[in-house]
């Protein structure tokens, strides 16, 4: 698979270069604005386009779930650069619809960890609920990250904080938090 992506690549780059589309942009979103998502495939070039965004314009930050775990600071970090040293003025926590972090169940995880070969006493040594994330209700963990980011002491108080959830094949949105 890397030999078909670097040769999708080199085409890609060259097409690039000669429609004159390999010019540098800025690092910076053009729109001060975050989305804390979900890494779920179904949400690659839907979510940005239904928000209204545009390459660009917007930081973005995925994880499995679109959870803030307990104890892990990682996302609340990474919301913290993006408003503090990127003066980013609003973050869109945006869950979605059929999430697989809801579907999972302990029991099939721990035995694909074993399958995969890690280590028994690895296994034993976490709350794989909490480790991998697994959430009850889309909703809810939406409302739950908002929290978390507006009790932040690292998330300055005048940054706007939005909850949503969209559906994973329409792309509708709506407002929950």
Known sequence: MLEKILEHNRKYVQERKDLGEDKPISGHAHKDIMVFTCMDTRLVELLEPA????????????NAGNIIRDNCSDVIRSVAVGTVLMDLKEVYVVGHSDCGMR?????????KMEKRGIPTDAINAIDIREWFGLIQDETENVKDAVLKLKDSPYIPKDVKIYGMLMDPNSGEISVIA
Do not use: C, S, W
């Not at 965004?53 to 973005?60: E, S």
């Not at 579907?103 to 035995?111: N, T, V």
């Open 103 to 111: 579907k999972q169940k302990i029991e099939d995880i721990k035995a």
């Open 51 to 62: 928000m209204g965004f545009g390459r660009g314009d917007i930081k973005i930050l995925k």
